[in-house]
Nanobody
């Protein structure tokens, strides 16, 4: 099971840290991707971190503002979001991929297990 949490209401320019906690399996063996979906919009890749060494991937829209990390001891992957903008408002999901992130990390169909989403609302 994947449990995403940490969403909420934040003002523009603020920060949030999302968590994706795994239970029943060792998330350290999987690539973990974060995706988001705004109302009426498509599910879009935000970031991905592989199970082994390698730089994480980020969507251009969040580079320099979001940081993905993992704590294998806690079986959890984090998404630190800073300098939040109204366009970051969406439901955020985490998902597993048994392989590496790779050049197609943003293709949501390659992920085989999804957690429920957590709502992030950026508004003044």
């Amino acid at each position: 099971q994947l449990q995403a949490s940490g969403g909420g209401l934040v003002q523009p320019g603020g920060s949030l840290r999302l968590s994706c906690a795994a239970s029943g399996f060792t998330s350290g063996y999987y690539a973990i991707g974060w995706f988001r979906q705004a109302p009426g919009g498509e599910r879009k890749g935000v970031s991905c971190i592989s199970s082994r060494e390698g730089a994480p991937y980020y969507a251009d829209s969040v580079k320099g503002r979001f940081t993905i990390s993992r704590d294998n001891a806690k079986n959890t992957v984090y998404l630190q979001m800073s300098s939040l903008k109204s366009e970051d408002t969406a439901v955020y999901y985490c998902a597993t991929d048994p392989g590496m992130c790779g050049s197609t990390w943003f293709v949501w169909r390659k992920y085989n297990y999804w957690g429920q989403g957590t709502q992030v609302t950026v508004s003044s």
